[in-house]
Structure formats: structure tokens, C-alpha cells
């Protein structure tokens, strides 16, 4: 029996299935985290630039005094859309300016998660 030909998406499934299974536990992931904001923050790998508390690194800024910046609706817009607010927004153009990464934007989540997450960070973050 021939095997088919290992192509690159073959492979990266192949890494995906396998990274899944090892992660693969008696409890739930999710029940890790004490809100469905917080398991978002982790899924989304909010960490990786902004540190798993928030304070920032090489990558993003630190997630602080957020509450005097932004709304619950407001801040769910951004999580969609970050580059349309960098036009009206200085204080953003400048944290855009001192980090080699742009903010991904989240469209793929929809509305009422990103409002889920919004309130995760405002509540953590204030």
C-alpha cells in the first residue's frame, strides 16, 4: 500500500492534531479560569504581548488604567477593528509607535464575545 505524499497542510493538521492530543486532559481547559473572559484572554493569547498579568512586554503595551480610556461597546470595536482607531486616537498612534507588532484585530470572534473579553479587560485592567 502506497501512503499518500506528505504536503505542508498535511503536516501542519498532522502538528495541530497531535499538539491537541497532548494537551488533552482529565478536566476541561476551561475550567481553569475563573471566567469566560479570562479563558478568552488565555485562548487568544492576549499574554504572549501584553504578560499574562497584564503589565506589558517587548511586544505590547501593559493593559492598565483601561476604564479611563475605553467603554465596554467601544473597546469590543477596537478588539474588531484596532487600525481604525489609530486615525482619531494619539495616544494609540504612540503606543503603535514604540511596539514592532500591530494589534491583530479580532473580527473573528464575534460581537458578543469580544464584548465578553472587553469586560474581562476592564474588570482586571481598570
Known sequence: MRLPPITLPRALA???????????GSGNAADSFETPGAALFAQETCADCH??????????????TLSAHWTV??????????????????????????YIMPMPDFRG???ATRLVLAEHLLATFP
Open 73 to 98: 461597546s467601544d473597546l469590543s470595536a477596537y478588539l474588531a477593528d484596532p487600525r481604525q482607531f489609530l486615525h482619531s486616537d494619539e495616544r494609540l498612534v504612540r503606543l503603535g509607535q514604540r
Open 51 to 64: 504578560g499574562a498579568d497584564g503589565a506589558g512586554g517587548t511586544l505590547g503595551p501593559a493593559l492598565e
Open 14 to 24: 498532522a502538528m495541530l492534531f497531535l499538539g491537541a492530543l497532548s494537551s488533552c
Open 109 to 111: 470572534l464575534d460581537e
